[in-house]
């Protein structure tokens, strides 16, 4: 065996190394690495998207059901289409014109009254008029029925047809309960009037007692032909006889309309905190 030579300055190198190494051992760990600015960009965007669906969805309820949509058809006849008066004078126009002074924004009402429209007629003219999706409607029909004196057995049978399909189509109904003159005969009168009570009953549907109420007959509120009211006659029909009907109707739907939204609130609340990613520390 070869004995190497001992060389006595070898130590302060090896002494060096030694501090190095413990230095080097007293130091803490390396501080986790920052992320990169593409990975703080995607986490920005995604808890922006997130809050804006969470706030969405936390809106006040009452808040998005006032903002929401009410369609509102007038259905009917000439009474309904307002023959003899400006377009912006028939009951339809004024009507909308109340519910937005009272805080319906949304609230938009359709006139789909015809002049001379039997119950047969309107009856046949349902599919188009259903597209308009209406939540409520106003169904006053059955004048020019009477006054051509057809059977009240199929003016009601009609009316019964006209209410079932607008039901069946998600429409509340409010029906307008109608009078006509004693020159067909008491009987035939009496008939006709007890239509539309009856309906309403069987059926479920809110009436209008006489939608003319307080304006038939005054030769102050109707037109020459003591048949068809003025833009005055009118005005009273929609604020006495319409809207004390329609507004109760108004608020059920918004409640059900909030019901509605609540529901849908919790239930993109809860999905939203599903799939939100837990943040890690």
């Known amino acids: 065996m070869m ?16 501090a190095v190494m413990a230095i080097s051992g007293c130091q803490k760990d390396a501080e986790p ?3 990169t600015d593409t990975q703080n960009t995607e986490t920005t965007n995604n808890q922006a998207d997130t809050e804006s669906v969470t706030t969405e ?3 006040p309820a009452d808040q998005q059901v006032n903002s929401s949509p009410i369609t509102i058809l007038a259905l009917g006849d000439s009474l309904t289409e307002g023959l003899g008066v400006d377009k912006n004078d028939n009951y339809p126009a004024q009507l909308e014109d109340r519910l937005q002074e009272k805080g319906y924004d949304n609230a938009k ?6 002049s001379g429209e039997t119950s047969t007629g309107l009856v046949n003219r349902l599919d188009w008029v259903l597209q308009t999706k209406p939540d409520v409607t106003i169904l006053t029909i059955g004048a020019n029925d009477a006054i051509r004196g057809i059977d009240v057995a199929t003016i009601e049978a009609n009316i019964r047809t006209a209410v079932k399909r607008l039901q069946d189509n998600g429409s509340v109904v409010i029906l307008g309960g109608m009078s006509i003159y004693d020159n ?8 006709f009037s007890d239509i539309y009570p009856r309906v309403a009953k069987d059926m479920n549907v809110t009436l209008i007692p006489f939608f ?4 038939g007959g005054d030769r102050a509120l109707n037109q020459a032909d003591a048949i068809h009211p003025t833009k005055e006659g009118y005005t009273i029909i929609v604020n006495d006889n319409i809207l ?5 109707k108004l608020s059920e739907l918004k409640e059900l309309k909030t019901t509605d939204t609540e529901n849908t609130t919790e239930t993109v609340q809860a999905e939203t905190t599903k799939n939100t990613p837990n943040e890690t520390t």
């Open 3 to 18: 004995n190497l030579p001992f060389r006595s300055h070898s130590f302060p190198a090896i002494a060096m190394l030694a």
């Open 33 to 35: 690495t920052a992320p």
């Open 57 to 59: 969805a936390a809106a």
């Open 109 to 114: 009402v359709i006139n789909s009254g015809l």
């Open 184 to 191: 067909l005969g008491s009987d035939y009168v009496a008939a």
């Open 212 to 215: 003319l109420k307080g304006v």
């Open 244 to 248: 004390p009907i329609l507004e109760p």
